[in-house]
């Protein structure tokens, strides 16, 4: 890690002016995009001014500016009593909310350690994205696979495959599964105990969390339904594999293997729901001690920050890994099986539309609305999120869709996005789904009753667990397969289809958390239907 300070002095009213300017020039030498700077810069402006009244000019501080793992990142240390500027509300589900902020990059993390106050934001990457790296490893794979197999020989083509290809496969899958399990554990553990006190944690967040939680699950249900009939299991001999009658021993063996035998078995074997329950169980744990565990609370959000940073740079493999499989499917003639990929594709769009347009149509007929008014008030943000992906980029103008187009009140929109961001992912859950039964229908992987249950499960956890880091998708992949008996390979197949639909994704999910917060805030008061009535 390297650090530089770039300036020291009293915090003042007017040296606060020139710490903007300086992380505004900051910004502009990572690359920064103008909305960008100007978003972070009034952020960070609001944030010190909350500094300075709570201390007056008695206090120092002093700016830095570093690199972590190649990410670059700003640090503001000032000295006095602990205090997080970032928290403004007595309300735990605002004050998590915030947090979750902080962990998707839109607000600086805060620390108090030996009487020193540290804000720290972490600056987006410079980077080709995603898509672009994906289709550069595709477009190689093809051309010096294609080249391989004219011009080498099938024994030099197993060795170069048994020594290099399948080895390097392994490692990066053994390094996706030594880490994506604990930080499963630490997201759940973080997610659940950053509620505040059982006591504490308002009926509002409370209502909030549970609908996005029973939502996903209803949404996991009729979508793995759907696509076992679309996308019928076969067996290893070639017949249809239904789901048969299964005793409840069998069920409730489901359940039992839930608890796991120790606190290591689940981790070396990537058992997602057995990870998930110790989650659930420290994070429960640690919420009802309350503050007798502030301690562990700190240890492990340090832990989260950690993994997760090791974990964004595990990921970064991603492109070398699609390009490694996809040469020995070509060498070893499955490359078929990419060329099937366009199917789960094109039922995750239908999927998402019909499930917008039947949400939209929901809406209007119940606040007596539009159609026409209500998709006008979304296309904007729609757009802009299909063309670029980026939740984070449009989070602005989505809270503002939120207050000035639908008239949620802007207090229960600031709470609410953000949680809706991190927990509420329908095109997510939907993807999830597809991917399983049109991967075990490509791999010959049998599926029934019992698998459908646990599928569905596991969607949901998995779509509410996954982390705000790039490449927490594909790492999920790896947990998601193995827990469905799906081979490794079809990582690669459904990371290839995951770079394309996040588009869409992105969008469906923006779109669809836009209506759910109204019909939420409504419940509670807070909907403005004047303005929701408004034409857009």
Same mark, same amino acid.
């Given at each position: 890690?390297?650090?530089?300070?770039?300036?020291?002095?009293?915090?003042?009213?007017?040296? =606060?002016?020139?710490?903007?300017?300086?992380?505004?020039?900051?910004?502009?030498?990572?690359?920064?995009?103008?909305?960008?700077?100007?978003?972070?810069?009034?952020?960070?402006?609001?944030?010190?001014?909350?500094?300075?009244?709570?201390?007056?000019?008695?206090?120092?501080?002093?700016?830095?500016?570093?690199?972590?793992?190649?990410?670059?990142?700003?640090?503001?240390?000032?000295?006095?009593?602990?205090?997080?500027?970032?928290?403004?509300?007595?309300?735990?589900?605002?004050?998590?909310?915030?947090? #979750?902020?902080?962990?998707?990059? !839109?607000?600086? =993390?805060?620390?108090?350690?030996?009487?020193?106050?540290?804000?720290?934001?972490?600056?987006?990457?410079?980077?080709?994205?995603?898509?672009?790296?994906?289709?550069?490893?595709?477009?190689?794979? =093809?051309?010096?696979?294609?080249?391989?197999?004219?011009?080498?020989?099938?024994?030099?083509?197993?060795?170069?495959?048994?020594?290099?290809?399948?080895?390097?496969?392994?490692?990066?899958?053994?390094?996706?599964?030594?880490?994506?399990?604990?930080?499963? $554990?630490?997201?759940?553990?973080?997610?659940?105990?950053?509620?505040?006190?059982?006591?504490?944690?308002?009926?509002?967040?409370?209502?909030?969390?549970?609908?996005?939680?029973?939502?996903?699950?209803?949404?996991?249900?009729?979508?793995?339904?759907?696509?076992?009939?679309?996308?019928?299991?076969?067996?290893?001999?070639?017949?249809?594999?239904?789901?048969?009658?299964?005793?409840?021993?069998?069920?409730?063996?489901?359940?039992?293997?839930?608890?796991?035998?120790?606190?290591?078995?689940?981790?070396?074997?990537?058992?997602?729901?057995?990870?998930?329950?110790?989650?659930?169980?420290?994070?429960?744990?640690?919420?009802?001690?309350?503050?007798?565990?502030?301690?562990?609370?700190?240890?492990?959000?340090? $832990?989260?920050?950690? =993994?997760?940073? #090791?974990?964004?740079?595990?990921?970064?493999?991603?492109?070398?890994?699609?390009?490694?499989?996809?040469?020995?499917?070509?060498?070893?003639?499955?490359?078929?099986?990419?060329?099937?990929?366009?199917?789960?594709?094109?039922?995750?769009? %239908?999927?998402? #539309?019909?499930? !917008?347009?039947?949400?939209?149509?929901?809406?209007?007929?119940?606040?007596?609305?539009?159609?026409?008014?209500?998709?006008?008030?979304?296309?904007?943000?729609?757009?802009?999120?299909?063309?670029?992906?980026?939740?984070?980029?449009?989070?602005?103008?989505?809270?503002?869709?939120?207050?000035?187009?639908?008239?949620?009140?802007?207090?229960?929109?600031?709470?609410?996005?953000?949680?809706?961001?991190?927990?509420?992912?329908?095109? !997510?859950?939907?993807?999830?789904?597809?991917?399983?039964?049109?991967?075990?229908?490509?791999?010959?992987?049998?599926?029934?009753?019992?698998?459908?249950?646990?599928?569905?499960?596991?969607?949901?956890?998995?779509?509410?667990?996954?982390?705000?880091? %790039?490449?927490?998708?594909?790492?999920?992949?790896?947990?998601?397969?193995?827990?469905?008996?799906?081979?490794?390979?079809?990582?690669?197949?459904?990371?290839?289809?995951?770079?394309?639909?996040?588009? $869409?994704?992105?969008?469906?999910?923006?779109?669809?958390?836009?209506?759910?917060?109204?019909?939420?805030?409504?419940?509670?008061?807070?909907?403005?239907?004047?303005?929701?009535?408004?034409?857009?």
């Amino acid at each position: 890690m390297s650090l530089k300070t770039i300036r020291e002095d009293r915090l003042t009213r007017s040296e =606060v002016d020139v710490i903007s300017e300086q992380i505004e020039m900051l910004l502009e030498k990572s690359g920064q995009n103008k909305t960008d700077r100007l978003r972070t810069k009034l952020m960070m402006e609001d944030i010190i001014l909350n500094i300075c009244e709570r201390f007056g000019e008695d206090t120092t501080y002093t700016l830095y500016a570093g690199t972590v793992f190649g990410r670059q990142f700003i640090r503001l240390c000032y000295t006095g009593e602990s205090f997080d500027p970032n928290i403004v509300s007595d309300d735990p589900s605002e004050n998590w909310s915030r947090r #979750i902020m902080s962990d998707m990059g !839109l607000s600086p =993390v805060w620390q108090y350690r030996n009487g020193v106050n540290t804000l720290e934001l972490k600056l987006k990457r410079k980077s080709i994205g995603s898509l672009g790296a994906i289709l550069i490893s595709i477009a190689l794979a =093809v051309i010096l696979g294609a080249v391989g197999a004219v011009l080498l020989s099938d024994s030099a083509k197993e060795t170069v495959s048994g020594l290099v290809f399948e080895p390097l496969q392994k490692m990066f899958l053994d390094l996706l599964s030594v880490f994506s399990g604990f930080l499963i $554990l630490l997201s759940v553990s973080c997610g659940i105990f950053n509620m505040g006190n059982v006591s504490s944690f308002s009926k509002m967040g409370r209502v909030m969390f549970m609908r996005f939680i029973g939502f996903t699950l209803l949404i996991a249900a009729f979508v793995s339904i759907g696509c076992y009939f679309l996308f019928p299991p076969v067996s290893v001999s070639g017949d249809t594999a239904g789901a048969g009658e299964t005793g409840l021993s069998d069920i409730f063996g489901m359940i039992y293997d839930i608890v796991p035998g120790d606190p290591v078995t689940p981790f070396m074997n990537g058992n997602a729901m057995q990870i998930v329950l110790i989650g659930i169980i420290v994070g429960v744990t640690v919420l009802v001690l309350g503050e007798k565990a502030n301690g562990i609370k700190s240890v492990a959000e340090e $832990l989260n920050n950690m =993994v997760s940073s #090791i974990l964004s740079g595990v990921c970064k493999m991603i492109p070398g890994y699609v390009f490694l499989v996809l040469i020995n499917m070509i060498w070893s003639g499955t490359y078929k099986q990419l060329l099937n990929i366009w199917k789960p594709m094109v039922t995750m769009v %239908a999927i998402d #539309i019909a499930f !917008l347009a039947a949400v939209i149509v929901y809406f209007c007929i119940r606040y007596r609305v539009s159609v026409g008014t209500i998709v006008r008030k979304l296309l904007p943000t729609f757009m802009k999120l299909i063309t670029t992906a980026s939740t984070i980029g449009a989070f602005s103008e989505t809270i503002e869709d939120g207050t000035a187009k639908f008239g949620i009140d802007k207090k229960y929109m600031k709470v609410a996005h953000p949680i809706r961001a991190i927990v509420f992912m329908p095109g !997510l859950a939907t993807e999830f789904a597809v991917l399983i039964y049109s991967m075990a229908q490509l791999f010959s992987v049998e599926i029934g009753l019992i698998q459908i249950i646990m599928g569905i499960l596991i969607i949901t956890i998995l779509t509410v667990a996954v982390p705000p880091i %790039a490449g927490s998708v594909a790492m999920v992949f790896g947990i998601l397969f193995t827990q469905m008996g799906i081979p490794v390979e079809a990582i690669a197949l459904a990371v290839t289809c995951d770079v394309f639909y996040d588009f $869409l994704d992105c969008a469906i999910n923006n779109s669809v958390g836009i209506l759910e917060c109204a019909m939420q805030a409504d419940k509670f008061g807070m909907l403005d239907h004047d303005v929701l009535k408004k034409q857009g």
